[in-house]
Every structure is written in structure tokens, then in C-alpha cells.
């Protein structure tokens, strides 16, 4: 995901909300606005450079930042979420997981926009948002080369 916004920008969003802008809020935050893919919690809290932050005040952290709409759950067939920034923070787009390394790429073509608008002038409703994925076989797999899972 190509992020577009700088992180003050995220910063004062979480203090208009009411939010103190805590260490934990803070590392999370970046390590999500640096994130190329989708993150695990395991994943954001591995990533983080302080040892002192537990995973409980990451899981807190991106609960609150799910609930103010600056990040998005997503759910693939790993059997647990991954988390990254909301599209107002970056860009639309979607995702191909791989079946074998789990490695997951963004997509960022839509070809959803012609189905969304027959589906606003059908039903005359308001779409908020849509979720794409695909899943396969990603190029090194299938080429059978060892690929280490994503970090």
C-alpha cells in the first residue's frame, strides 16, 4: 500500500478524537504507516523497536485505531486478522494471498466501479466500501523456488 498521508497527519487525527497520543499509539502507528502488506498483531509487534510495549497495548491500540476508521481488519483463510492502514490513508486497492508462503501483495486495480454503481442505481443504496481478495499461487511458488515467509 502507498501511503499518502504523513503520520502527524494520523497523529492529530487521534488527538481530535480524543486520544492521547501515547508510546504504544505512536510505535503502532508507524509501524503500520511504514507496513507494505497487511500485518498480523504478531507481526506489528515484532516489528516494533521497544521491547517494553506488550502485545496487549497493541492489540488495544489497533482495536482503537480500527473503531476510528484509520485502520482496516482484514480477514483472509489463514484462520487469523491482519491489519493496515484504511484507504483514506493510502490507496484503494485489493488483495492476491498465496496459498503455500502466505506472502500477500496488494492489487491495485479496481474492477469493482462498474458493479458498484449498477449496484447504487439498482438498489439506490449508499456502498461504504468493498473487499476483494484473490488467492492462489504466487509466481515463486509455482516456479518452485524456496521463498521465506513474510516478515
Do not use: W
Not at 45 to 54: A, K
Not at 88 to 109: P, Y
Not at 117 to 130: E, G, K, L, N, V
Request: charged share 20%; aromatic share 6%; glycine share 6%.
Amino acid at each position: 500500500m502507498t501511503v499518502t498521508v504523513p503520520a502527524e497527519h494520523l497523529y492529530t487525527l487521534l488527538k481530535e478524537a480524543g486520544y492521547r497520543l501515547t508510546k504504544p499509539r505512536r510505535a503502532v502507528a508507524q509501524v503500520l504507516l511504514s507496513g507494505q502488506t497487511p500485518l498480523s498483531i504478531e507481526e506489528i509487534h515484532s516489528r516494533l523497536g521497544d521491547r517494553s510495549i506488550n502485545r496487549v497495548s497493541v492489540y488495544r491500540t489497533v482495536q482503537l485505531l480500527c473503531d476510528l476508521g484509520m485502520v482496516r481488519r482484514l480477514q483472509f483463510l489463514e484462520g487469523f486478522a491482519r491489519y493496515e492502514l484504511a484507504d483514506t490513508f493510502g490507496s484503494h486497492h485489493h488483495h492476491f494471498v498465496c496459498n503455500r508462503c502466505g506472502r500477500v501483495e496488494d492489487i491495485d486495480a479496481c474492477p469493482l466501479a462498474a458493479t458498484e454503481q449498477a449496484i447504487i442505481r439498482r438498489t439506490h443504496s449508499r456502498i461504504t466500501s468493498h473487499s476483494l481478495e484473490f488467492y492462489g499461487v504466487c509466481g515463486a511458488c509455482a516456479q518452485g523456488v524456496p521463498v521465506s515467509p513474510p516478515p
